[in-house]
């Protein structure tokens, strides 16, 4: 409704606004002094007014979803299944680099999250040193405490499957994204493979040249550490890259956040009427404006 050029009604980056809004309230709402603490009543409150909201809407235009469910169930199944199939992969990709090591900065994002399961107001308690709040990113953390309390899990079995699932996520928005694009399945399937798998091409160059310097392919013993350091002197960690690595880390938490924004902004400029028009409905604007913000 707030977009509606999008082929597959925003299926494809609707997990992200989810996990954007739901986290902002409840983060907002402890953050204001004496109004609320944070904890899982208070997330699972903000997923109970999303739903809510959402169910008025969808209730409102259940004609509308009805057409375009009988029109792109293919479109929207096929986003699931690619997310999945992600998903899958990167939990067995777990097994070979499973550990929070202290070495890594994975050690240093279990602790952050170890400290939000104590948290009652923002900015949070700092995890080293006692007294001081944390002076670093922690937003996108904050993100992930609030999935790890709807789902009710401890932070040891939520870590590692956070990782898969943020680029699952992240996939089924590039699909998304590219379709707003290309306006066909074909256009976000190749935007998918592109940001979630080839990058900077290095990881695919290393393959090809494996496979014609020795006959064979190649995947166990490509240098996938040298594809984040193609520019001598820098780091360019590409998505890829990250889900190897296996940081939860801001900056990997934030892929599915930037397509969704890319994707939004397709939407708005690729409008026969811009999201925020004075003629459309005003729910419609209402609903654009707080996705765009």
């Known amino acids: 409704r707030a977009f509606p ?3 597959d009604g925003g299926a494809s980056v ?19 002094p004496g109004l609320a603490v944070y904890g899982t009543p208070l997330v699972a409150g903000a997923a109970v007014v999303l739903a809510a909201a ?13 057409d375009l469910l009988r029109r792109e169930w293919r479109t929207i199944l096929l986003g699931e299944a690619l997310g999945l199939a ?65 789902a009710g899990l401890s932070l040891r079995d939520f870590f590692n499957p956070a990782l898969p699932g943020v680029y699952a996520t992240f996939t089924m928005a590039l699909y998304g994204a590219g379709m707003a694009v290309g306006r066909s399945r074909g256009a976000g399937l190749l935007a998918a493979a592109g940001g979630a798998v080839l990058g900077n091409y290095d990881l695919a160059r290393q393959i090809v ?25 820098t780091i360019n960690e590409t998505p890829a890259f990250a889900i190897f690595w296996g940081d939860l880390h801001p900056y990997l ?12 902004g397709i939407a708005s400029l690729s409008a026969e009427r811009h999201p ?7 729910l419609d604007r209402v609903l654009a404006l707080v996705l765009l913000v």
């Open 14 to 32: 609707a997990r992200p606004a989810a996990w954007l809004l739901i986290a902002w309230m409840a983060w907002f709402t402890a953050s204001l």
């Open 253 to 264: 938490i934030a892929f599915p956040f930037v397509v969704l924004a890319m994707t939004v």
């Open 209 to 233: 040249h494996a496979r014609w310097k020795s006959g064979s392919w190649k995947l166990l013993g490509l240098d996938w550490f040298h594809t984040s350091r193609v520019i001598d002197g």
């Open 86 to 150: 992600v998903f899958a992969i990167g939990l067995w990709l777990v097994k070979w680099n499973g550990d929070v090591h202290p070495l890594a900065e994975r050690f240093m994002d279990y602790a952050i999250l170890r400290r939000l399961e104590f948290t009652t107001g923002f900015p949070p308690q700092d995890s080293w040193v006692s007294g001081l709040t944390l002076q670093y990113y922690y937003y996108g953390y904050t993100v992930m405490d609030c999935l790890r309390r709807l």
């Open 276 to 282: 925020v028009a004075g003629d459309r409905p005003r």
């Open 54 to 66: 959402g169910g008025y809407v969808a209730w409102q235009d259940r004609a509308a979803w009805g």
């Open 5 to 7: 050029v999008l082929r």
